[in-house]
């Protein structure tokens, strides 16, 4: 519980004029979204939100425009106030802060980065990146110092006196990541930070990022639509429907085992080759044996661990006319043959 | 569409509750000549002899059965503008019989009848008949538009209607018979009409002298009074020898006896004027206002020594003294002179009641306005020229900088240097009141939407009323000279500059007020780090805006004294000297293009965005 960096529990958003009131009628009566909009012509933006981020864990909130995801995030910073439910920065409840106490975690605790980019077109990416250590009253000698850094760390050295508009989308997410990084928080926001880039540069940024992220360490929220993003990004997943986290879990944990049809809907194109692991697919060895008869020991049989994924175990298929032994210690923990293995990818499996 | 074969076949049978096949829901009646007829507009095959007989002989009828309105108004305008030009013959034959009378007299009467006779028949048949072709033929197309909207938006009038052929009806009924009763008469001129209203009012004041309330009831009352009179001075005339009471008694009743014979003539006037001229004058020509109110105490507040304080120990003390005026006997006064007379005394009573406050503004006002016409006026011509070439070299291309070289040598020449620069003194000051009033207004603006609410139409109206009809209260708070016209000039030029830096703020995208906050920002960081500089260029436009109004103020200012090339203008046009006005009015021309150009080039240097 205590290193968890992030924590939401049971975080509720309705919008509207008559929030209080609806908010207490979905608590009495049980309310759903349509009933909650006719009555009190209230929105429900986010539905009992809670999940933990552990830190250096870097948690993505995926689903399609509208499900709240953003809206969710904004709660972590208070950006947006929440209706009912606590948040938690560190141990910290951010909701019961005073307005300087907030600004202060705003300022050196969190960084955010926006699809937009939001950056300020009248100051040149070097006042940008240090925008959060002024707005704490440093010094322009310390910050223009701690900027160059940060645009260091982005691979945009020397573009530090340009002016944003003078730069391209790709690089302009840069300097809005540099800003983020310049007063080394210990939180990451990104709300679908590379959503607005072409697919080429955004690959690019992923990757450096996850460099990045190697490097620092920083607890991250990472917002997206893209479930591939999110399976490269996320360490795990929490997939948002109509403002209600349907389910979160491992990238792997997902794919085979979606909680309901809306989830298993979107990971079906997913090519589950990298995700699944051979543990999820074998079959023991009674049940191989009691199917295809006893196994002979002896043959030349391929030799996988049951975290190798299915990428591998292919591999391994392919030079060897048996079946992929799968052992931990010496000890047989399943088998998977060819068929398994091919179910397995398709993921009509046993999974 | 498949109206070609089913109107032809089986419109009948169409399933008309379809709205992709519609015309037949959209017409209602008569969709077996709208369908093609549709289809030829839609194919552009509408032949030009096509005409809609509906809309050709009872335009506003059909119009307001299938609800194109539209074309109903168009059709009343048509009509009514040729009925009242046909009518015109009912309004001049009996002038014309009239003149014919004695047509060698006459001649150039009867010409003139005849003429416009002629002209008015000729115009009222034609805008007759070629308005009436012209709706036939436009009717089809102006109803497919209809249909068109009808499709998009099913709110538009579709089908028919026997309601809105009431409406129309009623519509018809509201315009034309009053209309058409103004046309055939002949008006009557303004002063027969002030006449009836003046004799009225004295007929009104008779009632209540004698307790009547008809003139026939009157005209009995003052007869019997003026034959007592007549007999009073018969028994008088009947003495030879006369006391000097008796003398004066006599010439009373003589100039009563006159009076009585005027009013008795009024009364008489005042019943012969027939109903169908009180009609005309009372409520066809004007909005027949008829209250009528007692007139506001007229009341003077003026501030004088306190003595008794004064003798008291009390230096300069000094207080209010309320003068009020005996009302004129009877006067009778309209809404407007009410309203406007209470203004007048709220003014004074103003004036009289905050003197200390308005005399400080004044001697603000005109001390800062010394300083800077000394600076403007005392610094040697050419360190300003200079500094004019300078700022437009530095901030402004080539063309510019000889524009301004010219303009200056253009003042130079024609010996306007030193008032141009007193021109200059107003609007800096005014300018920079505009500022520092108009900034945080505009902040506090863009910042709350009720206070956003209430200035905005606030400052529509500074802008749109006639800076003359503020001239006259500042001159009664502020006295004349230099000062009321920089408040004249404030109140004219800050709209601008309000309303720009309010848009300015308001246009910074929330993301980005957002991404500040997400990184710590404070209202007070939000507004000076953030959206005042994205809202520079915006303030700057308004900036410039205020001072081109301020320099187009200077003109009215100098009607109440203010000193510059306004003054020249004014006194120009009193003496009806149009050179002297023109070079005046180019150098205030040059002046504010100057100042335009070269900060139009300091704000494209200063502005990064």
Known sequence: MSDAVVELE????????????????????????????????????????????????????????????????????????????????????????????????????????????????????????????????????HRSQLADKALETVSLHGYGDRLPSELSGGMQQRVGLARALAADPEILLMDEPFSALDPLIRRNLQDEFLSLSANLKKTTVFITHDLDEAIRMGDRIGIMKDGEIVQIGTAEDIVTAPADDYVADFVAGISRLKLVSAAKIMVSKDQHEAKHGPIDLGLEHPVAHPEDDLDTLVELSTHSDHPVLIKADEAILGI?????LLHGIQGSANA | MSTATTNLSGAETRDVSDRDVAVGTFVTEGERYYAPAFEDIQKRETPFWRLNLWALLIPWFWAAYRGLWLL?????????????????????????????????????????????????????????????????????????????????????????????????????????????????????????????????????????????????????????????????RATLDALDELTDAQKSERSRLRSEARQLDRSIGTVEDYQQITARDRFDCGFIDDFPTLARLDPPESVTYRRVPDEAAIANGEVGATMLLRNVKDPVEGRKVSIFTYTAESIDISINYLRASYATFFDTMTSILRQS?????????????????????????????????????????????????????????????ATAICVFVGLPVGIWMAKNKYFRWFTEPVLDVMQTIPSLSYLVPAVAFFGISQPPAVLATVVFAIPPMVKLTALGILQVPESTKEAALAFGASDRQLLRKVELPMAVPSIMAGLNQTIMLALSMATISAFIGAAGLGALVTESLGDAQAGKGLLAGIAIALVAMMIDRILRGVRASFSRI
């Open chain 1, 10 to 141: 049971g975080v509720w958003k309705v919008f509207g004029d008559r929030a209080p009131q609806a908010m207490e009628a979905i608590r009495t009566e049980g309310l759903g979204k349509p009933e909650v909009l006719e009555r009190f012509g209230a929105v429900v933006g986010v539905k009992d939100a809670s999940f933990k981020v552990a830190e250096g864990e870097i948690f993505c909130l995926m689903g399609l425009s509208g499900s709240g995801k953003s809206t969710l995030v904004r709660h972590i910073n208070r950006l947006i106030e929440p209706t009912a439910g606590t948040i938690r920065i560190l141990g910290e409840d951010i909701g019961a802060m005073k307005a300087d106490a907030l600004r202060a975690v705003r300022a050196e605790k969190i960084g955010m980065v926006f699809q937009n980019m939001a950056l300020l077109p009248h100051r040149s990416v070097r006042d940008n990146i240090g925008f959060a250590l002024e707005l704490r009253g440093m010094d322009a000698y």
């Open chain 1, 336 to 340: 998977v043959d060819k068929n398994t």
């Open chain 2, 72 to 232: 109903f108004w168009v059709a009343l305008a048509v009509d009514v503008l040729a009925i009242v030009c046909l009518l015109q013959i009912i309004k001049y034959s009996p002038l014309l019989a009239e003149a014919e009378i004695n047509a060698s007299a006459n001649a150039t009467l009867v010409a003139r009848y005849t003429s416009w006779l002629q002209v008015f028949t000729t115009t009222g048949l034609v805008v007759l008949i070629a308005g009436r072709l012209w709706l036939g033929h436009v009717a089809n197309h102006w109803y497919y538009r209809q249909y068109s909207r009808w499709r998009i938006n099913s709110e538009t009038p579709s089908g028919i209607s026997m309601k809105r052929v009431v409406i129309g009806a009623v519509i018809m009924a509201l315009v034309m018979p009053l209309t058409f009763y103004r046309a055939t008469q002949q008006r009557l001129d303004d002063r027969a009409c002030l006449n009836q209203l003046r004799a009225g009012e004295q007929v009104e004041g008779l009632y209540s002298v004698y307790g009547v309330a008809s003139p026939d009831a009157l005209l009995p009352l003052m007869q019997s009074q003026a034959d007592e009179l007549t007999t009073r």
């Open chain 2, 369 to 429: 306005l010394i300083r800077v016409e000394v600076a403007f006026m005392e610094t040697p011509w050419p360190v300003v020229a200079f500094l004019f070439l300078v700022l437009s070299w530095a901030y402004t291309d080539r063309a510019t900088t000889v524009f301004v070289a010219s303009s200056l040598v253009f003042l130079a020449v024609f010996e306007l240097w030193q008032i141009a620069m007193q021109t200059m003194a107003l609007v800096v000051v």
